[in-house]
């Protein structure tokens, strides 16, 4: 009898064992507890026109009145939770053209969305980021894409677009403000060479192009449709390590994504402050409703998002490895 239960304990040593020493779901917190967010929203104008890189007119676009709140917003959640967390933190807050301000001294605003200036502040961001540390971005405005599924395999972030503000052209009366749809690759690639950990977070048409099939390993034909809950709690076991990269975001690369109108949130973030546990009306943070054992973390947010966008038409897509990243430890 006692030979059988030292057998008995001595498996589950080694089951415990064997989890502890496999249990890549749990990524610890910055190691020296530093955090870098970076938010970006864009609210373009009426009559905003939309170019390639190659100066070819891809068309018109119309204002959208929640981008800005919604970039806002979230980086003050995330700011506010940095906190609670104890971290070592700093803001880039880049948000339309019109003044904004932000009382949190660790917070740089920038009323400035050309894309020269976005890919200096990425240049500059690089510089004070350590390997250990966290880095959390978050883009709302407008994407382009294609509104047709690709081949499995195929990289949909290089015929994905993000709409940067470029240039201002006089006509009459008005002054219109034109874009630049920079390809979502370009932006993937250089947030890539950072270091550190960094999530991404997209709330904007087509967004999805940024979960790259590279770094997703499912059954050919699945990629295209899967969403997020089935990925990573359906498909655990097939996801590839990753890179340092993980993005979440409002819809599949062939999807637009939405918000009500009016000023109000898109749907991808009303839903993400909530798992943030944001109270706007407060500017304070209350209960996150992603939190489990008093920490968020990204599967933690993912699982909340899939399963609280109210918009049935977009889809919330993410990618990464096996590592569960610890976003706050509260």
């Excluded at 540390?133 to 883009?139: A, G, H, P, R």
């Excluded at 390809?183 to 890539?192: A, N």
């Excluded at 407060?282 to 947010?301: K, S």
């Amino acid at each position: 009898m006692r030979r059988r239960m030292v057998g008995i304990g001595l498996l589950l040593a080694l089951m415990v064992l064997a989890l502890l020493c496999s249990c890549e779901n749990s990524v610890t917190p910055p190691a020296a507890g530093k955090m870098h967010i970076f938010v970006y929203g864009n609210d373009y104008l009426y009559g905003n026109r939309f170019y390639y890189e190659d100066g070819t007119l891809a068309g018109y676009g119309y204002p959208l009145r929640g981008t800005v709140n919604d970039a806002m917003q979230t980086g003050l959640s995330l700011c506010a939770l940095a906190q609670k967390a104890g971290y070592e933190y700093d803001g880039t807050f880049m948000l339309g053209m019109e003044p904004k301000e932000v009382s949190d001294p660790n917070v740089t605003v920038i009323n400035n969305v050309f894309l020269d200036p976005f890919l200096l502040e990425l240049d500059a961001l690089g510089a004070r980021i350590s390997d250990g540390d966290i880095t959390i971005f978050f883009f709302s405005g407008h994407g382009s894409g294609e509104e047709t599924m690709l081949e499995y395999g195929s990289d949909a972030s290089e015929r994905s677009y993000f709409a940067f503000r470029q240039i201002r052209e006089a006509s009459g009366a008005k002054d219109l403000t034109s874009s630049i749809l920079y390809p979502d690759y370009k932006i993937l690639s250089r947030i890539e060479t950072l270091p550190g950990t960094k999530v991404v977070l997209g709330d904007f048409c087509f967004s999805g192009a940024f979960v790259r099939p590279g770094n997703v390993s499912v059954t050919p034909g699945e990629y295209s449709g899967i969403d997020a809950t089935r990925l990573f709690f359906g498909y655990r076991d097939d996801i590839k390590e990753s890179s340092s990269l993980f993005c979440l975001t409002a819809a599949r690369y062939y999807e637009k994504s939405w918000e009500p109108g009016g000023g109000a949130h898109g749907y991808f973030t009303a839903a993400l402050l909530k798992a943030l546990g944001w109270d706007e009306k407060n500017q304070t943070v209350a209960t996150p409703a992603a939190m489990v054992d008093n920490r968020i973390t990204l599967f933690g947010l993912v699982n909340y998002v899939a399963g609280n966008d109210d918009k049935a038409a977009q889809t919330p897509m993410t990618n990464g490895g096996s590592n569960d990243i610890i976003l706050f430890s509260l």
